[in-house]
């Protein structure tokens, strides 16, 4: 019985070995693409005071929400996705994946949490922290996922600093500092990924 563990122990290591090699198709353009939107719609909704801004924890609330569907949306897609494009190996892919983002999300979620607990006068820095741990995820991404997803992680590092280095003049949250980054970033995401469908970046590598 423990030659027959260790033979299923080395086939299970293979197939990781092959899923950190193979390219992730998992996440849709259309999906990622419509996250991109409801950032943006969040950011007019706030901005024309049909959801609440007026203290940042209310603001707040707001954008966990947007980010808890999108992630529900990329989520049951990507499950679809992975199954439909890697068959065999859809399980590793998925477990490649998940493991990958799960540590950025995590320390966004815990981070959010500290300073809404204990120093909300802080709560400013949000914005461009979550970009910029976005584009730490994006470009450590680069390894399974088409090379050009580097151009969207640069804009996310990018409007991070920036976001950073603007609140930090006000110490405010505008709805504008979330809704543009994230709505053109997931946009741009998309296209990289539409384009990618098509070219030898999709390729099994």
């Known amino acids: ?13 293979i197939r990781l070995q092959l899923a ?3 390219t992730f198709r998992g996440f849709g353009p259309t999906v990622i693409a419509a996250t991109g939107l409801l950032s943006i719609a969040a950011a007019a909704a706030q901005s024309m005071q049909l959801l609440p801004h007026q203290d940042p924890v209310s603001f707040l609330s707001v954008w966990i929400a947007v980010a808890a569907v ?7 897609e990507m499950r679809a996705r992975t199954r439909r494009q890697h068959s065999g190996l859809a399980d590793a892919m998925l477990v490649s994946a998940v493991e990958h983002f799960l540590p950025v999300g995590a320390a966004g979620a815990v981070i959010a949490a500290v300073l809404m ?7 400013w820095l949000l914005p461009g922290l979550w970009q910029m741990l976005i584009a730490l995820g994006l470009f450590a991404a ?3 996922l088409p090379r050009t997803i580097i151009i969207a ?3 996310y590092f990018v409007t991070g600093a920036t976001v950073l280095a603007l609140a930090s003049e006000t110490r405010t949250l505008s709805p504008w500092s979330m809704g ?3 709505g053109i970033g997931q946009l741009v995401l ?10 030898d970046d999709v390729e099994i590598r």
């Not at 998309?190 to 070219?199: D, F, M, N, S, T």
């Open 142 to 144: 680069v390894r399974f």
């Open 1 to 13: 019985m423990s030659d027959l563990h260790k033979a299923l122990a080395d086939i299970g290591n």
């Open 153 to 155: 992680a640069a804009w």
């Open 70 to 76: 999108s992630a529900v949306l990329i989520g049951v």
């Open 117 to 123: 607990r204990l120093a909300d006068d802080a709560l």
């Open 190 to 199: 998309a296209i990289i990924l539409r384009v990618a469908e098509g070219g």
């Open 20 to 22: 950190a090699g193979t």
């Open 180 to 182: 543009l980054p994230f």
